[in-house]
């Protein structure tokens, strides 16, 4: 077989024991073919996976990939299980709440890096198997996936099924998608975040080799960009040991029109991202002026000397 790499024009579940969704419009190489199977390596996922010939034949097609593509394809992420057991031998002898607090904030860094937040209203493949098409069944589902590959078929937020009978998604949100380059980039700069909360534990020289930087790059504590205030080490444990529901950390974007960047993307307080909402920092602060503008009657005298302040005016 002379085609390197095919794309398929739906999603396709695969075939065998472990199943797992082909997304539309995902490049993937071809492992290998025989007269039964194709086994397929798709862009967004880590395993090979396995198609029946028939529906290889009916959905794949061949797609030319660019060199930078061929590049991103082959780019390996950073080991969760290597950097976790660095971790753990260098934190050794701390206080083991932090260290365990550590652990789960470097935990949620590899999460946020390299996954997608998605949706859940996306089928699971269990409940797709047994799914049986009913009039306006598919309201319950979202073409979204959940937890997928930050490097999976971005698609439009507004998309809609255009098959009344099959619930399968098609992708993730374009404001979730990142290369796999980037997403080492991302991963990176979360890591050096952690390192400069106040109070955290220091990363050993290995770590830091591994992440292919330095100590210099761990000079200055790490602020949330909405308040700029320092975020705590010790507030994070102490919200997750009391409330497993409010959250202290949030991935954050500074401007999320701007996408899932390196230099975008930042460790800030859960009720500041909550505040910031889908705007960028700027247009918050445009929407508060805009606010002040068309209301001038609100300004009170505290509220007053606040915006002096800020400004410098007294």
């Not at 589902?141 to 255009?162: C, D, G, V």
């Not at 109070?199 to 830091?208: I, P, T």
């Not at 409010?246 to 991935?251: A, L, R, T």
Request: proline share 4%; charged share 25%.
């Amino acid at each position: 077989m002379t085609r390197m790499f095919v794309a398929p024009s739906k999603t396709i579940l695969s075939s065998g024991m472990k199943k797992s969704w082909i997304i539309a419009n995902v490049p993937c190489i071809i492992v290998h073919s025989d007269n039964d199977f194709v086994t397929l390596k798709p862009y967004d996922l880590q395993q090979k996976c396995l198609i029946s010939k028939k529906n290889f034949d009916n959905f794949c097609k061949p797609v030319e990939v660019t060199e930078q593509f061929l590049k991103d394809f082959h780019c390996k992420p950073f080991n969760k299980n290597y950097i976790m057991k660095a971790c753990k031998e260098c934190w050794k002898d701390e206080n083991q709440e932090k260290v365990q607090g550590m652990l789960k904030l470097v935990g949620k860094a590899y999460q946020d890096a390299y996954t997608s937040a998605g949706s859940a209203k996306c089928i699971k493949i269990p409940e797709y198997e047994q799914y049986t098409p009913k009039e306006n069944s598919l309201n319950r589902f979202s073409p979204i996936l959940n937890r997928r590959s930050r490097n999976s078929h971005s698609i439009s937020n507004e998309i809609e099924y255009t098959d009344n009978f099959d619930p399968a998604p098609f992708g993730i949100r374009p404001i979730d998608f990142a290369t796999k380059e980037e997403q080492n980039k991302i991963f990176r700069a979360l890591m050096i975040q952690i390192c400069k909360f106040k109070g955290a534990l220091s990363f050993s020289d290995k770590v830091l080799k591994y992440l292919q930087t330095s100590k210099e790059d761990l000079i200055g504590t790490h602020i949330c960009k909405y308040c700029n205030e320092s975020m705590n080490i010790d507030d994070y444990i102490k919200t997750q040991k009391y409330s497993a529901k409010k959250q202290y950390v949030n991935f954050c974007h500074d401007d999320p029109s701007k996408g899932t960047k390196h230099d975008n993307v930042y460790f800030g307080h859960n009720e500041c991202n909550s505040k910031q909402g889908g705007y960028s920092i700027k247009e918050r602060l445009s929407q508060s002026v805009e606010l002040l503008e068309n209301n001038p009657f609100l300004l009170d005298d505290g509220l007053r000397k606040r915006l002096e302040k800020c400004l410098n005016l007294n």
